[in-house]
């Protein structure tokens, strides 16, 4: 006999809802209602209900004509005149510990709680006791030994630790590791983004790989970055957290240069005459790299993709504001300002003239399957990634889709297209791509760039010095008042002239620009200066939403300018 699907117990209310005494009231946050309406009312706790609710109780209850979910915050045991809860969850919900985490990530955000809610299964509710002690955030680089470390910090852990990353193929491989080093499932939680919202009982430490990844960054209003709500839920719920990548992210460089963050030892590696690089060519590397084993080729798209860089020198095109520009036809716009440049001219060389750079995954293992007739090639792409090999064979790769395996030899094309992308971060995202995929290499492995030997990420490998090379360009970013040193905010839908004009009454030291067809408002702020910025467009966003106009779309540090 077939059993029935196991059903949460939800208690119902025998009474209507209209307005009556009752001997306890709550306040409720109500999901779901118009941005503008203060969203925690007051609602009757009918006698059945009396003993069981409980703060954070997911709860349904009358508003208007309509019924709607919501969470207790606070329970009054006096008698009240008001509208009943209908009915009650009374151990699920958001526990009041864990409430103010996500109260924090709506005012970073500009958004209301509800806005953060939708991102969080409801949970049973426990009771934590608040901590007094303070860890400091830490980075280690990966390395061979990177699970080893991971598994001493759970044995030695009280509680239970949260490992999150990018992908569900990174996230499998990482379950493994550890389950075959012998860490009991009961000691940890494995997630992806979302994994950082969720609630979870004794939870002690968070680990975070990768977290440059663009994955972790939500598609969806409000636009949060894991790496900021992670810090924030360690400083609040005092939790250890630890980041694990190839090299820190330009944010994490800034915590370490402000002390926020402690940096671990990077090993160093020192590749020599195995490291190749223009003018050479990638064949030579890939023959080498095959007489060991297999070879792994790194692309920038799957298909031909553009970017447009200076003829003579190379270097990327770039506008009087710092932003990269584009090629657009026969325009050049500015990804940043989204000015359109006239009469260019590069201001390395003084040259007039670019070109752009065109590349693609499926046209390439044809070249290659000439030069290696009788290998094996696969290509792993976002649509169709490969998971695993067999024998001596060519892996053709987009980014993020490399097989995590270990390869005799590796070679990085496009980087030019790559470096030049009109992206303020373009070349923080190859240098981060570049040593992750330097990971991958064995001991005595070949590695080919295709860059000239004076580019500075050549030059890093050279020297195995990256962190040079990474202060050097926070310098650069500082000078020109740039994320990450500055905030950047970008905010569209809505009258952009009229929103530009109060902001720049409001916030003098602001650098506000408007694009050039009144799209959207590109404002920097000085980290200090942000939550008021944040604050004014809370309250903006409320005015907007009485006049049942539009909200604005505010986004917070977007990757794609």
Not at 140 to 158: K, N, P, Y
Not at 235 to 257: C, G, K, N, T
Not at 339 to 367: M, P, T
């Amino acid at each position: 006999m077939a059993t029935k699907p196991l059903v949460l117990k939800r208690q119902k209310a025998k009474v209507s809802t209209r307005s009556s005494n009752f001997p306890a009231s709550a306040e409720v946050t109500v999901c779901d209602l118009p941005f503008h309406i203060d969203n925690t009312l007051t609602y009757g706790i009918p006698d059945e209900f009396v003993e069981s609710a409980k703060i954070g109780s997911k709860v349904k209850v009358p508003f208007l004509q309509s019924e709607k979910f919501g969470y207790i915050r606070s329970i009054t045991r006096k008698e009240v005149s008001a509208r009943p809860i209908i009915s009650i969850k009374p151990n699920f919900g958001i526990s009041e510990n864990h409430w103010g985490f996500l109260q924090a990530i709506a005012e970073r955000y500009a958004t209301n709680i509800d806005a953060i809610i939708k991102f969080v299964r409801d949970s049973q509710l426990i009771e934590v006791a608040p901590k007094k002690t303070r860890f400091k955030p830490r980075f280690e680089f990966s390395s061979d030994r990177t699970i080893r470390l991971i598994v001493r910090e759970i044995e030695a852990s009280q509680g239970i630790t949260l490992l999150i990353a990018p992908t569900e193929r990174e996230l499998h491989k990482i379950q493994d590791q550890l389950r075959n080093s012998g860490v009991p499932e009961n000691r940890c939680r494995f997630g992806l983004r979302s994994a950082i919202l969720q609630e979870t009982e004794n939870l002690e430490s968070i680990v975070i790989f990768d977290e440059w990844s663009e994955h972790y960054r939500e598609q969806k209003a409000p636009y949060w970055n894991l790496r900021d709500v992670a810090l924030i839920r360690a400083r609040m719920q005092s939790l250890r957290i630890l980041f694990v990548s190839a090299l820190p992210s330009l944010e994490l460089f800034r915590y370490q240069e402000q002390r926020i963050i402690d940096v671990g030892k990077r090993e160093g590696r020192k590749l020599g005459e195995r490291f190749s690089y223009l003018p050479s060519n990638f064949q030579e590397t890939l023959r080498s790299g095959l007489t060991l084993g297999s070879v792994l080729i790194s692309v920038a798209t799957k298909n031909v993709s553009l970017a447009t860089i200076c003829r003579r020198c190379r270097t990327s095109l770039k506008c009087k504001c710092g932003g990269r520009l584009r090629s657009e036809g026969k325009e050049l716009i500015c990804s940043l300002c989204t000015e359109v440049v006239q009469n260019w001219r590069c201001e390395e060389c003084n040259h007039r003239d670019f070109y752009e750079i065109k590349s693609g995954a499926l046209n390439l293992k044809n070249q290659v399957s000439k030069m290696f007739p009788n290998t094996r090639i696969y290509i792993s792409t976002a649509e169709k990634p490969v998971e695993g090999i067999e024998g001596k064979a060519i892996v053709i790769a987009t980014p993020g889709m490399e097989p995590k395996l270990i390869y005799s030899a590796i070679a990085i094309l496009d980087c030019e297209y790559r470096g030049n992308l009109p992206y303020l971060r373009a070349d923080e995202f190859l240098r981060l791509q570049v040593f992750s995929l330097l990971e991958l290499l064995i001991s005595n492995g070949h590695f080919y760039l295709d860059l000239e030997g004076n580019h500075p990420l050549v030059q890093s490998l050279l020297k195995d010095r990256p962190l040079l090379q990474i202060e050097r360009e926070y310098r650069e970013l500082n000078q020109l008042q740039l994320p990450p040193i500055w905030n950047l905010t970008r905010i569209s839908n809505g009258n952009m002239l009229q929103l530009a004009a109060s902001l720049a009454e409001r916030f003098p030291f602001a650098k506000i620009q408007l694009s050039n067809r009144d799209r959207f408002l590109l404002i920097r702020t000085r980290i200090e200066d942000t939550p008021k910025l944040m604050e004014e467009l809370r309250v903006l966003q409320k005015y907007l939403s009485i006049k049942r106009e539009k909200l604005l779309k505010i986004e917070r540090e977007p990757v794609d300018i």
